[in-house]
């Protein structure tokens, strides 16, 4: 697996008067939570790996304000996007990458509304484009035969209608696919959409987390698949919950793929 490297900024490559071929939208999650964290750096490396010659923000990238508006706190978005719109417009940025499905939704979806418009992709999108170029290959390697089933995101599945995408990248690991009975377009969300994530649940008959972990628990699966920080989180919550955390690992796409030995 190729080593992460030192990973420039936008403002280190523009004072070398060089551009990058996208910009890696970290979030806040991949950038503060100690989990998501790695999902970024096995991202990054694959990112290495393909050649592709990426930037970050760094320390200019503010939270992109989805949080803000599904809270209801429309005023608050609106100074956190309008930021991040004029630092970007500033970079003449063109083309972005996200591993969170919250942060392609808004920057794909809100921000040119308000000025801000980008090519947009999630990373499961952009991962299956450097696949298909042959830029990336990929092995089974000690994920081939074992039991995958994929949880999809509602940002980047139900919102925005993009299904194929994980699912190709997942079939070059040679695992056996599997999936819930509520996927697709019929999936249930993992409890954390509509800003849910940053307070405590309201009373009912089951969390909404601990359902859809049971639903993927079902499946008698050896690995949960997920492309969300945030449903990352929530749903190794319920795998730990019904303590199946020692024979049953949750792993972001990237993660999976950067983990096969054949890489």
Known sequence: MAQLTNIPTLAELTSRNEKPDVLFWVGCAGSFDDRAKKITKAFAKLLHRAKVKFAVLGAEESCSGDPARRAGNEFLYQMQALANIETLNGYEVQRIVTACPHCFNTLKNEYPELGGKYEVFHHTQ???????????????????????????????????????????????????????KRCKQKGLCCGAGGSQMFKEPEKGKKDINLERSEEALSTKPQIIATSCPFCNTMISDGVKHFNKDSEVKVLDIAEAISLADDL
Not at 142 to 155: A, E, I, M, Q, T
Not at 160 to 167: L, M, S, V
């Open 126 to 180: 952009y991962l299956k484009t450097l696949l298909d170029e042959g830029k990336l290959k990929i092995e089974g390697g000690s994920f081939k035969g074992k039991r995958v089933v994929f949880h999809d995101p509602c940002y980047l599945g139900r919102v925005n209608g993009e299904y194929e995408a994980p699912r190709k990248v997942l079939s070059q690991l040679e695992s056996e696919l599997i999936e819930m």
